[in-house]
């Protein structure tokens, strides 16, 4: 989880969320009246909202974060800087009933792009680069096997006139589904393609699509989207059952899901949010982002994860007493070299030690005894050939590191 948190951070640092944004855990429940978060009838993601503390206040444990950025984004005229390219890590909240993969507090790696559009935050180009990136870090990780599924929702004319199209189509057949479809045939038929009810599917596959309402401006932008993902060689499967949980998508939706991961298979999930801004009083400013479910990551990483996680370069054994303070030290300047260390106990044997630091597939083991403290001379075992070297004090970083 911390080397997937840090080459995340790292690829976000570097090319995406060029900053890091902090955002309030326990927000008001009705910051706008238009607020994705005030729990409503199917809208998926349903917040603990509640009266915390002694505040009177209603209050909302977050249970996402692209409304706080938008809102930042408004509140400190982040405009003036063009396109903003953020990202934060952190929990959140949702009132789910939990299974596996799905937690009521679970972790999130949140980027967002967004900016006025005369600074290029509607490209089609921004879209492809958020997904190359995504990709490009799934593959770094390790994870094999995932799928790129996507979509485009278009914009909100063109939902309007298709929600009216399900609307029609649902009448006749709602009463031979689920009772979550019939109710949502009426409130928010979208939603009828998150159903998994077996049953519901031949009449779902049968509803029209979203692909067929699409204006030419959406279209055409899918269209440039999916080009440049082509071209650079990033494979995706088209999805048009693919609607997303939170009302503020528009164009391009998607998510990396991953077979290993069971009922609950979405990896990340995110898409573009043009209007979500103005929504929220702002002015227009399009946006898109994506949160990676840090939970589901580390659960897809599985075998892999072997190959992601550090293990110690020198697991140092203290032999006899008094060397715990010695090894401590000796611990402390290898790791000002950025190398990672085990430290052992100055009351274990040295086969003890021996094995401690085999077991934890390090390098190498380092020996601090009386002796070669005395001398300045230190035996450094390799662990894999089992060659033992005497190496002076100040040549040891050099040589666990070269070692790589
Ligand atoms: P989301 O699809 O609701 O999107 O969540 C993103 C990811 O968070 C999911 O793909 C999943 O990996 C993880 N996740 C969601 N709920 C749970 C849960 N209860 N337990 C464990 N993991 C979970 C959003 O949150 C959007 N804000 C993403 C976004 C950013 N869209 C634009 N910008």
């Known amino acids: 989880m911390i080397k997937a948190r840090k080459i995340a951070k790292e690829r976000y640092a570097n090319e995406l969320g060029r900053q890091a944004i902090y955002l309030r855990l326990v927000v008001p429940a009705n910051a706008s009246s238009t607020s994705p978060w005030v729990p409503t009838e199917d809208v998926e993601i349903e917040a603990f909202a509640g009266t915390f503390f002694s505040s009177s206040q209603s209050l909302t444990l977050r249970p996402e974060n692209t409304a706080g950025v938008v809102r930042a984004y ?30 009521r507090q679970f972790y999130q790696i949140d980027a967002e792009v967004i900016g006025p559009a005369s600074a290029g935050s509607d490209s089609p180009a921004r879209d492809a680069e958020i997904l190359e990136l995504l990709a490009t870090l799934l593959d770094r990780l390790g994870i094999k096997d995932w799928t790129l599924q996507l979509n485009s929702i278009g914009c909100a004319n063109d939902r309007a ?110 898409g ?30 599985g075998e892999s994860a072997e190959a992601v996680f550090r293990k110690p370069d020198v697991y140092i ?26 430290l052992g106990e100055e009351s274990f044997r040295l086969k003890k030690s021996l094995e401690a630091a085999s077991k934890l597939g390090s390098k190498y083991a380092l020996i601090a005894g009386e002796n070669e ?16 070297k005497a190496v002076p004090r100040s040549d040891l970083a050099a040589i666990i590191l070269a070692n790589g």
């Open 74 to 103: 408004i509140e400190h005229k982040l405009w003036d800087r063009g396109l903003n390219k953020l990202y934060c890590i952190g929990p959140m909240f949702r009132r789910e009933r939990p299974q596996k993969g799905r937690y």
């Open 161 to 270: 006139a298709y929600n009216e199209a399900l609307r029609k189509a649902l009448e006749p057949v709602k009463d031979k589904m689920c009772v979550d479809c019939q109710r949502r045939a009426v409130t928010n038929p979208l939603r009828v393609f998150d159903c998994k009810v077996p049953e519901d599917q031949p009449i779902i596959e049968k509803l029209p699509r979203i692909s067929q309402f699409l204006d030419e401006p959406c279209r055409q932008h899918f269209d440039q989207v999916q080009a440049i993902l082509k071209s650079v060689g990033v494979e995706f499967q088209l999805n048009d059952r693919l609607v997303r949980g939170l009302d503020y998508y528009t164009r391009t939706a998607f998510e990396f899901t991953h077979g290993a991961l069971g009922a609950q298979n979405a990896i990340l999930g995110g």
């Open 272 to 301: 573009r949010y043009d209007g979500l801004s103005e929504a929220l009083g702002g002015p227009a400013a399009p946006g898109i982002g994506f949160a990676i479910g840090e939970d589901r990551l580390v659960m897809s990483l």
């Open 317 to 342: 054994a203290p032999l006899g007493p008094g060397m715990n303070k010695e090894a401590a030290r000796l611990a402390r300047e290898l790791r000002r070299h950025d190398i990672v260390v085990e």
């Open 373 to 388: 403290l005395s001398t300045g001379v230190f035996a450094l075992k390799n662990l894999a050939t089992g060659e033992q």
